[in-house]
């Protein structure tokens, strides 16, 4: 019975450090997480949110024309001598004058009522071209949002890599530090020359310095990721590092056609498109006359209160229908017109522009996660056979049968190896996270 309690409690001691880890992983930032602050954070994609806000007012401010109008009008009006009708002489009468009822001073005031009923198309274009612009700003904001997740999940990736070089950099201090001691304990024994141990030294200085700006390089990318979450550049990081890399299936022609499909460059080029149209329509509109119904209530006083008049009627009532047709402007409205005409063939052109560019981003993209993902074995097998090499060359040494700068050339080899190895599985994940990117969505 003692016997398995003794074996439970070793297991148990076993099992510490693991649960330590798993504990300690599960209170370091995820990647989600930080996606998440940063969507929540930034101060770029909050700007693009509050575009698409600024576009639906535009929205609705051009819908507001589809409605009819108030307006007010007030005048008030002092002359030097109340006006008169001169009245020429007949027969036996005298020439003279006539008050027409106003005073020397008047006033006059109305409200009017204005709803337009036809203008060409120029009020429903206006409100089209505003509601495709809400479109475009979300778009827009979609866009931004799928640059933002990719320069998270860069920074994130950028983060790791730089510190697994500074592991590196310190396995290379510390591997020739214990050659170095191995090297001072021979030449006091007159076992090898001082050039020996002199180049043990030099190569821990030159391996001490590549140390200190592995330092730097994670302080570097720790405040570059704090700035994309518009966090303080000191904020401390510690992020959890992600599972094995899995191999992105996705072949490229697949992965193009995703793009066409999902990229919300290529829909807003579209929509672009489309406005382009409507601009045409929008300046088509000046060709047609405009015709509004106008309802009006008047009231005219021969004082600032407008109550009273003493010849004429204080208060009327009107109904009218407007129209207003400016028919000859010299070429004008044709030249607006071809204007429009012009740019939705620039529209047209720079969708393939943009087509274009999307191909080569998504290609760029593939390309990278392919060499990065094959650099992995060939890091791998690499470090392992390093690892070997390296060992074999210290034995030799400590038997006198090679040189230091065997075994520090062996432990350069296997630095780079690691350091190989580090490059490619991180520059694999930042190279997915572009393909994720161009295609605007996760791959498999």
């Known amino acids: 019975m003692c016997r398995y309690i003794k074996l439970a409690a070793v297991a148990a001691l076993l099992m510490l450090p693991g649960l330590a880890n798993a504990a300690d992983n599960a209170t370091r930032l995820t990647l989600d997480r930080a996606i998440e602050i940063a969507l929540a954070q930034n101060p770029g994609f909050q700007a693009s949110g509050l575009g698409i806000k600024e576009a639906e007012h535009r929205k609705?401010?051009?819908?507001?024309?589809?409605?009819?109008?108030?307006?007010?009008?007030?005048?008030?009006?002092?002359?030097?001598d109340p006006p008169e009708v001169k009245l020429p002489a007949v027969a036996s009468l005298a020439q003279g004058s006539l008050s027409n009822g106003i005073s020397d001073d008047f006033s006059f005031f109305t409200v009017k009522a204005v709803q337009p009923l036809f203008t060409g198309g120029e009020i429903y274009n206006k409100y089209k071209l505003e509601k495709l612009g809400v479109d475009v700003a979300r778009l827009k904001n979609d866009s931004a949002r799928n640059d933002l997740v990719y320069s998270v999940k860069a920074t994130y990736f950028t983060v790791l890599k730089a510190q697994k070089l500074l592991e590196v950099a310190r396995q290379a201090v510390a591997q020739i530090a214990s050659h170095e001691k191995t090297a001072q304990d021979m030449f006091e024994q007159e076992m090898i020359a001082k050039n020996d141990l002199l180049e043990a030294q030099v190569r821990r200085a030159q391996a001490e310095q590549d140390l200190v700006r592995a330092e730097q390089g994670v302080e570097l990318a720790k405040a570059t990721f704090n700035t994309v979450l518009h966090q303080d550049v000191e904020t401390p990081v510690d992020l959890a590092d992600p599972a094995d890399a899995q191999r992105v299936m996705l072949t490229l022609t697949e992965s193009q056609a995703l793009a066409m499909q999902r990229r919300p460059v290529i829909s807003e080029i579209d929509t672009t498109i489309k406005q382009a149209q409507t601009g045409v329509k929008l300046a088509q509109s000046t060709y047609?006359?405009?015709?509004?119904?106008?309802?009006?209530?008047?009231?005219?006083?021969?004082?600032?209160?407008?109550?009273?008049?003493?010849y004429l009627d204080a208060n009327t009532w009107s109904m009218t229908?407007?129209?207003?047709?400016?028919?000859?402007?010299?070429?004008?409205?044709?030249?607006?017109?071809?204007?429009?005409?012009?740019?939705?063939?620039?529209?047209?052109?720079?969708?393939?522009?943009?087509?274009?560019?999307?191909?080569?981003?998504?290609?760029?993209?593939?390309?990278?996660?392919?060499?990065?993902?094959?650099?992995?074995?060939?890091?791998?097998?690499?470090?392992?056979?390093?690892?070997?090499?390296?060992?074999?060359?210290?034995?030799?040494?400590?038997?006198?049968?090679?040189?230091?700068?065997?075994?520090?050339?062996?432990?350069?080899?296997?630095?780079?190896?690691?350091?190989?190895?580090?490059n490619s599985l991180y520059d694999y994940f930042i190279s997915r996270a572009m393909l994720e990117n161009a295609v605007a969505g996760e791959v498999k």
Do not use: C
Not at 60 to 80: I, V
């Open 60 to 80: 609705k401010a051009a819908a507001a024309d589809f409605l009819p109008k108030l307006k007010t009008t007030y005048s008030y009006t002092h002359l030097s």
């Open 288 to 310: 047609y006359p405009k015709l509004a119904f106008v309802t009006a209530y008047n009231r005219i006083g021969d004082h600032a209160a407008t109550d009273t008049m003493k």
């Open 321 to 422: 229908v407007n129209m207003d047709w400016t028919f000859f402007e010299w070429g004008k409205k044709g030249n607006v017109v071809g204007e429009q005409k012009v740019k939705l063939l620039e529209a047209q052109e720079i969708k393939k522009e943009i087509g274009d560019k999307v191909m080569l981003q998504v290609k760029d993209a593939w390309l990278r996660t392919q060499e990065n993902w094959k650099n992995i074995n060939v890091s791998r097998t690499a470090i392992a056979r390093a690892e070997e090499n390296f060992r074999i060359n210290q034995n030799r040494f400590n038997q006198q049968m090679s040189t230091t700068t065997d075994v520090l050339d062996a432990q350069t080899l296997l630095t780079h190896a690691r350091s190989n190895y580090n």
